[in-house]
């Protein structure tokens, strides 16, 4: 207690905080009427500008339908879409094969060393056969490009000899022997006698009753096959489930993987075993013995999906607004966060704003005045240091929360405003800020330790910031990039990321397994200095320990090399 | 130890040297100051600003110590609270207003933001400044903005009040107002010291004063004493007229004047070895002669003159 029975720490702290006030406020009006803080804090607001420009033109974009899977094309032109032949077992590539056309089933063959070599019947034919007809399907006929016989071109009479020793036809060619006998080399259709050449083979069959199927309109197979999760009753949840996260999810909605209609039963095609059929159709592709479904894998805790596998056609053309919507959303505000704010703002902000903090008041000589008042002068670098902050954090979080106010009304989602995206922005504010505090305090330290070449300095640091930065978002797991004081500030911004939305990591999972490329997985990896912990809350503190040491030592030194200047 | 007991003198100096490289700031000064106004005299270069500057904790003394009551300015910054600086440096800053300017710096002191205004718009009144202390600094002329560093000095009602150079460039109304607050705040029993390079300013603000040279203390003493010395020596006296040579005429024959020059047309030289002497006759033969007169100087009451006599008595001695 002193003599006017204030206790010491009344005296102490109002007095620094009266000091303290004063030159935060005084910093803080001098940043605001110099000229270069309104170009570099204008500039900012122009960048955020642009990228809402771009927000709203090509991510809001991406929560239209579009056909993830590409099965609403009609490649043969025969009126059926992809996806509606894709579940009939047809093919998209042949205007003969479509959904109820019909198809082929081989019945049996003479092989090249069988010693029965003659068959009689009214088959498709494959092979090669004299063939004595009393009906051919002069209908069923064929290209060059293809095995079927071409009737509608003239026939010659065979040439004379024994065949294949004296001549040689060609695939998908027939010559006249004699008025009902003609020698087929190839497919074709007919009700006759086939005798087989020796050491050479005929299979036949027939084709299937073909019926009527109404084509699909190809907008039935855009976003026809939402993902799926179920919870433990079976019940359909949203996606990734809150309550089971691990097991067998996802549904077939369009039925091209189930393929109830397909032409092939399964007695069928062990029948058909030379048939290619058998190898399109395919419904357990990720073998967890569940046909058409979707495997997401969770680690040992069971909260982390690390691994989504689907079965093929299944959960392949998922909603658009709801998947692609909000994966570009969320990678939209981390790729800001990190590149403009953290990285483009955090830069140039303090190179512009701290470097002549306390080396321009020397220079002005109006570091006199504030000198002779009793003030250490350490107490004067960070005093200055508060007034910067004060102005720069208040701008970057404000700047942030406009943005994400904007964003979070555009964003996707069934609900008006996005409450979500606030505790992010708010994070990438704040990260921010302290990339601008440990930049601000390095930069102002290097402005001090040498007035003329600091700025170099700072500018070389720049790169390699820069650079490490860049490395941190591809990969935070390399050790070299940690030497930067971005990295910590974008780990930081993973931390919150994982915090604020928990269902980030899912959500990146399902980016990389049904092919929705956003970017998520790339602007965002799970934060990496957890202690082993994962948890990201651990990553935060650590981020922020330390860049805050970064911040406080660099203040340090600061301190103590102005302390030791003589200024003239 | 018996010395704490004593009273530490306001501005001490032992034997204190400034080397900038090579070249000399200050050289083995010694100063004890207390009370009253005392005039750094010095020509340009000769150390003034650097012994401020040593004063004010902004260099540290190559060799021997400085002390402000006691404590010293280098590592220390507590006597500032009972220090007000005028630096030399034109700088302000020009979007604040003076009050804006003076009551910031006040809150450095430790005052909250009600008593700062209050005592800058007390200070800046007693400056002179209370009809425009809301204007920009910017706006204002350099005996304003003299004035406005005056009032940030004496915002804290300091002890001691030191002024780099107050007067430089001010024009002579402000000059006045200057040196009339510069003698109320040593009326008032502050120890204040300024530096000038200018003779007849230091005489119209106070008689004890400081003479620097080369970095050298040079004398240090009652101004009128050094002065008396001075007026004993030959002093010219040059009087502009429209008839030099018949004002010659009647200086002639009086006492101190040993001689006269017509140096240029309508300029009359008296030449004296007692200056006050002489400057008591000027008026009465001044008004006899019937001439219109339109300077009179002193081109050898100066600094340099002083100077010059200091050194050659010195080179003498």
Redesign the interface.
Known sequence: MDKNDKTLADTVWTRLDRKAGAIIELTARQLRHRISTWVVLGIGVALMALLLLFYVDSVRKSFDPIDNDGDSVDEDNDGYPLGQEMKYGTSDYDASDFPGSGFYIPEDEIDWNDNVRTFSGNKTWNGAAFFQYEWIDYNYTGDWWDDIVDWDSELSSCPDGQIFIDWYPSYGEACIVDTDEYFIYGKWKGNGLATVPEEWELRWGYYSESFEVTPDPPEMYIDEDDIDCFDEAGNRVDCPSGTRLGGSHGFDNDGDCLREEYMLSETNVQLALDYDLYYRFQDDRNGNGIKCDVFWLVDADGNEVIGISADDNVDEDPNDERYVGELSHRTFIIGVGKMAFVILLGLFIPLFLSLGLVRDETENGTLHFLLSKPIHRGEFILYRLLGYLAIVASYVIILALIVGLITATLGPGDQFFRFSDLPVWLGIGISTTFVLAAYGSLFNTMGLISPKYGVYFCIIFGIWEFMMGTFSIINPNWTVSSISITHWALQMIDAIVLMAWPDTLQWAEIGLAFNIETGLSFFWHPPVHTLGTQSPGVALIISTIVLSLVSFSMIGIGQSVFSKREIM | MTIQNQPVPTVLLDQVSKLYGQVIGINDVSLAIDGGVTGILGANGAGKSTLF?LL?????PTQGSVRLFGINPWSN?????K???V?E?????D??TALDFVS??A??????RDE?RERSEHVLNFVGLDDVMHKEVGKYSKGMRQRV?IA??LVHDPDLIVLDEPLHGCDPIARTSIMSVIRELGNQGKTVLVSSHILQEIERITEQIVILHNGKLLAIGNLHAIRDLLDNHPHRILIKCENPRSLAAQFIERDPVYGVRFPNEGELEIQTNNLAKAHSILPSIVLNSNQKISSIENPDDNLDSLLGYLIGDANDG
């Open positions: 500057k004010m904790g902004r260099l540290k910054s507590a006597p500032y609270r220090i007000g600086y630096s440096s034109e700088r302000l800053y979007w604040m910031t710096l809150r450095l002191h430790g005052m909250t700062a560093k940030h000095a």
